[in-house]
């Protein structure tokens, strides 16, 4: 089994920076993708960034140039650095991890911004 603990979210105001952690623990053999989605109120879920193994990354289009995703494979951790918030971006940030060929999620973590 694998857990996912995150931590790093908050109240910021507009124009703030907030850096959300995921870490994952547990039997892991590999672990491929990570990633970061959100949940706003009454919205689905909708995918933020991910991170492959390698390295590659992708970004919704309302978080580029603003977001950037990176990971620390040796401590099976991804990070989810978020400069220049904006209201819109106010939502539960969920970690989503492919370890072991399954897909894991974390509890999620609110992130609110607002002045």
């Known amino acids: 089994q694998v857990q996912l603990v995150e931590s790093g979210g908050g109240l910021v105001q507009p124009g703030g920076s907030l850096r959300l952690s995921c870490a994952a623990s547990?039997?892991?053999?590999?672990?491929?993708?990570m990633g970061w989605y959100r949940q706003a109120p009454g919205k689905q879920r909708n995918m933020v960034a991910t991170?492959?193994?390698?390295?590659?990354?992708n970004y919704a289009n309302s978080v580029k140039g603003r977001f950037t995703i990176s990971r620390d494979n040796g401590n099976n951790t991804v990070y989810l650095q978020m400069n220049s918030l904006k209201p819109e971006d106010t939502a539960v940030y969920y970690c989503?991890?492919?370890?072991?060929?399954?897909?894991?999620w974390g509890q999620g973590t609110q992130v609110t911004v607002s002045s």
């Open positions: 989503n991890v492919f370890a072991n060929s399954r897909s894991y």
């Open positions: 547990g039997s892991i053999f590999s672990i491929s993708r």
């Open positions: 991170i492959t193994s390698g390295g590659s990354t």
